[in-house]
């Protein structure tokens, strides 16, 4: 087998409570994240050892030490002691610095794919560890699915009681820096409640609107004010929920129906970027040969 496709898929954040700062600059959090079916494409290929070459079709990112593919390449190899060689395409289809994780699901593909692709058999407990050095939520995409999260964000416990949704994905072509948003909370003005029962407050959509908020909505929606006014337009179309996911800029709102998605996702016209979104559950590679 000389090469792997894999699908590296977004995901959501479903409220996203921050609720301190450690010493070491990181902030602890509780949040769902929810895997949805937007993805970038992800190839991983054999080269001579040694070798690791990145290849993306966004002009904007970086394919070297910069780029958190050829990061995690490297902590592959060295976590497993072989001497391997990679060439790794990423075709972008999910937006850059929207709260969606791309990068991050990128990273966690390659490690899946670097792992089959040259027969590794790295445990589970190893791969997590390369990921949680990457990123907190890199660890989230190893595992896909649904999720809530805590610590800074690499506390994982599977949840299954979220249910299904048709949802609008907003893109309002601004990139956010998360560093940024985090760095300007005002821990006085988050006052969001703590998530106990998640169980029972997915049997009543009613109760995530108020239940499920996003603390660094205050910062980003005080900057980009446009950003309120799509969530607001969410409500207004019946959704159920609406919100930013993690730091921005994305703006989702969720649907019981496919209508009501379709209705919402169709009143935004031409001035966004906008993607009809469902849940995703599960990771996905394709062996091939070239």
Same mark, same amino acid.
């Given at each position: 087998?000389?090469?792997?496709?894999?699908?590296?898929?977004?995901?959501?954040?479903?409220?996203?409570?921050?609720?301190?700062?450690?010493?070491?600059?990181?902030?602890?959090?509780?949040?769902?994240?929810?895997?949805?079916?937007?993805?970038?494409?992800?190839?991983?290929?054999?080269? #001579?050892?040694?070798?690791?070459?990145?290849?993306?079709?966004?002009?904007?990112?970086?394919?070297?030490?910069?780029?958190?593919?050829?990061?995690?390449?490297?902590?592959?190899?060295?976590?497993?002691?072989?001497?391997?060689?990679?060439?790794?395409?990423?075709?972008?289809?999910? +937006?850059?610095?929207?709260?969606?994780?791309?990068?991050? #699901?990128?990273?966690?593909?390659?490690?899946?794919?670097?792992?089959?692709?040259?027969?590794?058999?790295?445990?589970?407990?190893?791969?997590?560890?390369?990921?949680?050095?990457?990123?907190?939520?890199?660890?989230?995409?190893?595992?896909?699915?649904?999720?809530?999260?805590?610590?800074?964000?690499?506390?994982?416990?599977?949840?299954?009681?979220? +249910?299904?949704?048709?949802?609008?994905?907003?893109?309002?072509?601004?990139?956010?820096?998360?560093?940024?948003?985090?760095?300007?909370?005002?821990?006085?003005?988050?006052?969001?409640?703590?998530?106990?029962?998640?169980?029972?407050?997915?049997?009543?959509?009613?109760?995530?609107?108020?239940?499920?908020?996003?603390?660094?909505?205050?910062?980003?929606?005080?900057?980009? +004010?446009?950003?309120?006014?799509?969530?607001?337009?969410?409500?207004?179309?019946? !959704?159920?929920? !609406?919100?930013?996911?993690?730091?921005?800029? #994305?703006?989702?709102?969720?649907?019981?129906?496919?209508?009501?998605?379709?209705?919402?996702?169709?009143?935004?016209?031409?001035?966004?970027?906008?993607?009809?979104?469902? +849940?995703?559950?599960?990771? #996905?590679?394709?062996?091939?040969?070239?």
């Amino acid at each position: 087998m000389l090469r792997l496709e894999l699908k590296a898929y977004a995901k959501i954040n479903i409220g996203l409570r921050v609720t301190g700062r450690r010493s070491d600059g990181y902030h602890e959090i509780e949040t769902v994240f929810q895997q949805i079916d937007i993805f970038d494409d992800i190839v991983v290929e054999k080269l #001579s050892p040694g070798q690791i070459v990145v290849e993306t079709t966004n002009p904007e990112l970086p394919t070297g030490e910069g780029n958190i593919c050829f990061r995690a390449a490297e902590k592959v190899r060295e976590a497993s002691g072989v001497n391997f060689g990679v060439k790794i395409f990423i075709k972008k289809n999910i +937006p850059v610095g929207a709260g969606l994780g791309g990068g991050s #699901s990128d990273a966690a593909a390659v490690i899946r794919g670097i792992n089959e692709l040259f027969q590794l058999n790295l445990a589970d407990q190893k791969r997590q560890n390369i990921a949680r050095e990457l990123g907190a939520d890199v660890v989230f995409f190893l595992l896909g699915g649904t999720a809530w999260a805590t610590g800074i964000g690499d506390v994982l416990q599977p949840v299954s009681s979220m +249910p299904h949704f048709w949802g609008v994905l907003v893109y309002p072509n601004i990139e956010i820096s998360t560093a940024w948003a985090y760095k300007n909370i005002n821990f006085s003005l988050t006052k969001t409640k703590k998530i106990i029962k998640l169980e029972s407050l997915f049997e009543k959509r009613e109760s995530m609107r108020e239940f499920f908020q996003n603390d660094l909505e205050i910062v980003v929606f005080d900057k980009y +004010p446009e950003l309120a006014e799509i969530k607001e337009k969410f409500y207004q179309s019946g !959704a159920f929920f !609406a919100s930013m996911s993690g730091s921005g800029s #994305s703006v989702y709102g969720l649907f019981t129906d496919i209508a009501g998605a379709e209705n919402a996702q169709a009143s935004f016209g031409d001035r966004y970027r906008t993607f009809l979104i469902q +849940p995703f559950e599960k990771t #996905s590679i394709t062996r091939g040969a070239m």
